[in-house]
């Protein structure tokens, strides 16, 4: 299990690497829509998600180590640049998370970007684009916090196993102070 997540780590990495070559090579950045613009008004800021249970969830620790620190992350109104080829092709805008909470995660690996689901009003997605495993969080805004599920999932599926779990979660809006 550990060598098929550090090949779903190094996927992420390479997929953000040639997605940054691209970058470089393309046209000026997409512009962000005015209902992608809304949305990241109302939920950009910094959360900790609450150790309700989702820690503790067997079929969640199948897709990789769950952290047992807070998890803190800031969901920003920039855009990750990044991933402007592929914002361009989907007609979204992929937005910044800063994560360093939990160091030894990683800044960009475990969540990566976040997103405004369409046709389902402030939902969002927060996770790494492109990636054929790890965790990401489906969130929609509720009084000043985000609620939802946490998942893990997979694109390598062993015969007979899951591809996905899922967990109810919830992120406490925090003073951005706490996220280092």
């Known amino acids: 299990m550990k060598t098929l997540i550090k090949a779903a780590v190094l996927s992420s990495v390479l997929s953000h690497a040639l997605c940054a070559s691209l970058t470089a090579q ?107 495993g790890g965790f990401g969080l489906t969130l929609a805004p509720r009084d000043s916090d985000l609620v939802g599920t946490i998942y893990g999932f997979t694109d390598a599926v062993s015969p007979g196993e899951k591809s996905l779990a899922s967990h109810t979660v919830t992120a406490r809006r925090i003073s951005c102070s706490q996220v280092r």
Not at 32 to 39: E, H, K, L, W, Y
Not at 74 to 89: G, H, I, M, Q
């Open 26 to 132: 393309s046209a000026p950045p997409p512009a962000v829509s005015p209902r992608d613009s809304a949305v990241a008004q109302k939920v950009a800021g910094c959360y900790e998600l609450l150790r309700d249970g989702w820690q503790a969830d067997r079929d969640l620790a199948k897709f990789g180590d769950i952290p047992r620190d807070p998890v803190r992350f800031e969901l920003t109104k920039s855009p990750a640049r990044a991933w402007d080829p592929l914002s361009a092709y989907d007609h979204v805008t992929y937005f910044a998370v800063r994560m360093d909470s939990i160091r030894y995660w990683g800044c960009e690996l475990w969540l990566g970007t976040w997103l405004h689901l369409y046709d389902t009003g402030s939902t969002i997605r927060v996770a790494p684009p492109l990636s054929p």
